[in-house]
């Protein structure tokens, strides 16, 4: 789900675990009020999906990193997300984010390094 920040700009997407939509609307509502000290009212949630719809409107080959897609170009990811919050304890979609992060990282530094040399 994306989480938007009252009287701001910023959104994040945000990671949990619950039985259906309405538990984790709920449940994300609950946190991120207490999180940023606001009243859950102000807690503004869009785009809930679940790991499935996710995973099916996703294009990578680990159907594990799909969930962090935001957008495509083609067959190709365009735009991943950025500093998600867990609001989890899952190590598995902790795991599967660091390696992403990994290697978007490596792959970062490899074209820095190709630029310099070019």
Do not use: C, Q
Request: net charge negative; charged share 25%; aromatic share 10%.
């Amino acid at each position: 789900m994306i989480y938007g920040k009252p009287n701001s700009n910023e959104e994040r997407i945000v990671f949990l675990m619950a039985g259906s939509r309405e538990a984790a609307s709920k449940r994300a509502t609950s946190v991120l009020a207490a999180l940023f000290d606001i009243e859950p009212p102000e807690v503004y949630l869009y785009n809930l999906a679940s790991f499935v719809d996710l995973v099916d409107s996703g294009v990578s080959d680990d159907e594990d990193l799909r969930i962090f897609e935001l957008g495509w170009k083609g067959p190709l990811v365009s735009v991943w997300a950025e500093h998600p919050l867990f609001l989890t304890d899952d190590s598995s979609l902790l795991g599967k984010w660091a390696e992403l992060y990994a290697d978007l990282a490596s792959a970062t530094a490899v074209e820095a390094i190709r630029r310099a040399r070019s």
